[in-house]
């Protein structure tokens, strides 16, 4: 599964690479991104916090049901196929950032890292936990994404759950970029 967690939107594609030549099996765009769902369910009265990250799990889960259940009817098991996940996003990239302990943001370091599943929940409850105030002081994070990045994890442990996997590949580049290459490639079917 590879996904890409934006700021208005969600995006999920299911990718069989069983064969020499890899196929889309199936897509979607959930409306739900880092912007958009702090705007809407993360924020409590007295600030952010474990109810308004809860209640954010809960929608971004429940904006990929219809996902789940499209992939349960072409006979993969709902929330328990063995998948391998690939996130694209900022989110993935800046919680890369955080696991390596880097200081600034360093793409020859983040892109094509392979994270333990775990250790990317626990990066997202640790935020999760923290003031704003808290997770402006960590470094990759800092004030322009301590705002965000809250439902960005959200988001994440959402798909976590749904597709538990013991590895995250982590991709600097997004989706727009691999359009792009296959567009210059000429190859547009």
Same mark, same amino acid.
């Given at each position: 599964?590879?996904? +890409?967690?934006?700021? /208005?939107?969600?995006?999920? %594609?299911? &990718?069989?690479?069983?064969?020499? %030549?890899? *196929?889309?099996?199936?897509? *979607? ?8 769902? #702090? ?15 809860? @209640? ?21 098991? +709902? ?8 996130? #694209?996003?900022?989110?993935? #990239?800046?919680?890369?950032? %955080? ?6 943001? +360093?793409?020859?370091?983040? $892109?094509?890292? &392979? ?6 929940? !626990? &990066?997202?409850? @640790?935020?999760? =936990?923290?003031?704003? !105030?808290?997770?402006?002081? %960590?470094?990759?994070? /800092?004030?322009?994404?301590? $705002? ?6 959200? &988001?994440?442990?959402?798909?976590? +759950? ?6 995250? /590949?982590? !991709? $600097?580049?997004?989706?727009?970029? =691999? ?11």
């Amino acid at each position: 599964v590879v996904f +890409d967690i934006g700021g /208005g939107s969600t995006e999920l %594609v299911l &990718i069989d690479d069983a064969k020499p %030549v890899p *196929h889309i099996v199936d897509w *979607h765009s959930a409306p739900w991104g880092v912007v958009s769902l #702090t705007e809407s369910h993360g924020r409590v009265k007295g600030g952010d916090g474990p109810v308004a990250y809860e @209640r954010m799990r809960a929608v971004a889960r429940e904006s990929f049901a219809a996902f789940v259940e499209r992939l349960g009817q072409r006979g993969l098991p +709902d929330g328990a196929v063995s998948v391998r996940l690939l996130g #694209t996003s900022g989110t993935v #990239t800046t919680l890369a950032s %955080v696991h390596l302990g880097l200081e600034s943001y +360093d793409r020859s370091q983040v $892109d094509g890292l &392979i994270v333990p599943a775990p250790a990317m929940r !626990a &990066i997202s409850q @640790r935020l999760a =936990g923290m003031n704003l !105030a808290q997770r402006a002081t %960590v470094p990759c994070i /800092g004030t322009e994404r301590a $705002d965000l990045v809250v439902a960005g994890c959200a &988001i994440l442990e959402a798909i976590l +759950d749904l597709w538990p996997a013991e590895r995250l /590949g982590i !991709a $600097d580049r997004g989706i727009r970029e =691999g359009i792009l290459r296959r567009l210059m490639q000429g190859d547009v079917h």
